[in-house]
């Protein structure tokens, strides 16, 4: 496609449910991120692949957030057990290669009631 | 720690007047720098970076950015606001040496008034 897409656009889910998302990144770009941002804040990094390599996944903010990319290109964030403070636009990005600028995709907004 | 700090959450131009949005960061080596733009609902597009080289860079939509080390900053300006530039605009920074995930500021908000 022609830029990166995430699905789905909306997502809400009770307190305790696992939600799964989706991001399809710009055919041919090795590096895929995925940040978390809170209403009026900037987006803040959660995890890094390079192909299907996850190289950096200190930005994670506890072991109910579970990303993959097991192809190298297709990527899911996985929440378990959601909680309310996990309510935030999840947006996905990549690029060819690490430093020269991400693309992003439109972001997941994630509501947890 | 790397940060970045964007001192205005909130700004409002005159449509044809001239804009600066700041931008500083926190960072010992030189950083790779970007400004990005967030229209509501919509994603980040990337308005322009800073890697090397001339320290002035061209963006798209009529935006450029001056990357001063002395200051550690990286300020955004465009010498004719148009009232489609309202949205969010955010500064970021990488850097060389380790997985290239970008540091964000808080975001300033622009208006722009008729």
């Known amino acids: 496609g022609a830029g990166v897409s995430q699905s789905p656009r909306y997502k809400v889910a009770k307190r305790g449910q696992d939600v799964a998302l989706r991001c399809d990144p710009i055919?041919?770009?090795?590096?895929l991120f995925w940040y978390q941002q809170a209403l009026g804040q900037g987006p803040e990094f959660l995890t890094y692949f390079q192909n299907e390599a996850q190289l950096d996944k200190s930005g994670l903010p506890s072991d109910r957030f579970f990303a993959e990319r097991p192809e190298g290109s297709v990527s899911t964030l996985k929440i378990q057990r959601t909680q309310q403070e996990d309510s935030a636009v999840y947006l996905c990005?990549?690029?060819?290669?690490?430093?020269?600028?991400?693309?992003f995709g439109p972001g997941t907004r994630l509501t947890v009631l | 720690a790397q940060s970045v700090t964007q001192p205005d959450i909130h700004i409002t131009v005159s449509e044809g007047a001239s804009l600066e949005l700041r931008c500083n960061y926190s960072y010992g080596a030189t950083p790779y720098l970007f400004w990005y733009v967030q229209s509501p609902g919509q994603g980040l597009q990337l308005l322009l970076k800073y890697f090397s080289g001339d320290t002035l860079v061209q963006g798209i939509k009529g935006f450029e950015a001056e990357f001063k080390r002395s200051q550690s900053s990286f300020n955004l300006r465009k010498p004719s606001v148009h009232w489609s530039d309202a949205a969010e605009y955010f500064c970021a920074v990488g850097y060389s040496g380790n997985t290239g995930k970008l540091i964000f500021g808080q975001g300033t908000t622009l208006q722009v008034k008729p």
């Open positions: 990005a990549s690029s060819e290669v690490t430093g020269v600028g991400q693309f």
């Open positions: 055919s041919g770009h090795v590096s």
